[in-house]
């Protein structure tokens, strides 16, 4: 039988696996690399390092960003340089420890160590500003969205160096949300 990795390799080259690929068994997700907060515990609200206040309300299923006027970072697409400052990724060796140790610990004929990434490029945009802004800055302010899109990619780059040098991924899981089952939330030109 063939390991958990072996088996998607054979997958994706048209091979012959021995079963069904399941979801994402073929991954270890290495989930405690340090990054700034997207998530908070049930019944919290916390503001991160890109000034982004997330909320986690009792009685929902999860945790998201708030928008009212009050929290957004970024109110206007044209000004975003003087609201939005990425973080640094430069995390001291400490914060690492428990990543490394994580991804040293797995079976690399078995699974790919996987670093894991949310929120995505898309996702940000809209952590920043709300889903509605989000959209319409595409198309009412497409290069200075574009611009603050070159900026966040930047960051996720200097971020991703970060991961391996640190845990030496096979594989990077970045998350994000780009539409529905049949369609895109734009149009490719305007993405």
């Known amino acids: 039988m063939l390991t958990k990795r072996q088996n998607l390799m054979e997958t994706i080259k048209g091979g012959k696996p021995d079963r069904f690929v399941n979801q994402y068994e073929f991954l270890e997700l290495i989930r405690e690399a340090p990054k700034e907060a997207f998530m908070t515990p049930k019944g919290t609200e916390v503001k991160n390092a890109w000034g982004i206040t997330i909320r986690w ?9 708030v928008h009212d006027h009050g929290h957004k970072v970024l109110q206007d697409i044209t000004k975003w340089r003087e609201y939005v400052k990425a973080p640094a990724v430069d995390y001291p060796a400490e914060r690492w420890t428990e990543a490394i140790a994580h991804a040293k610990a797995v079976d690399r ?3 790919f160590v996987t670093a894991f990434v949310t929120p995505g490029i898309f996702e940000l945009t809209h ?28 960051y996720e780059l200097q971020y991703a160096q970060q991961m391996i040098e640190n845990i030496h991924p096979d ?12 369609s895109s939330f734009m149009s490719p030109e305007t993405f």
Do not use: R, V
């Not at 309300?57 to 960003?65: N, V």
């Not at 920043?128 to 990619?153: C, F, K, N, R, V």
């Not at 594989?171 to 049949?182: C, K, N, P, T, V």
């Open 171 to 182: 594989a990077l899981f970045h998350h994000d949300d780009w539409g529905s089952q049949i």
């Open 109 to 111: 004929d078995e699974k």
């Open 57 to 65: 309300p009792e009685g929902q299923i999860g945790s998201f960003p």
């Open 127 to 154: 952590y920043l500003m709300g889903m509605e802004d989000a959209l319409m800055s595409y198309y009412e302010e497409p290069e200075a969205m574009h611009e603050l899109i070159d900026y966040l990619t930047e």
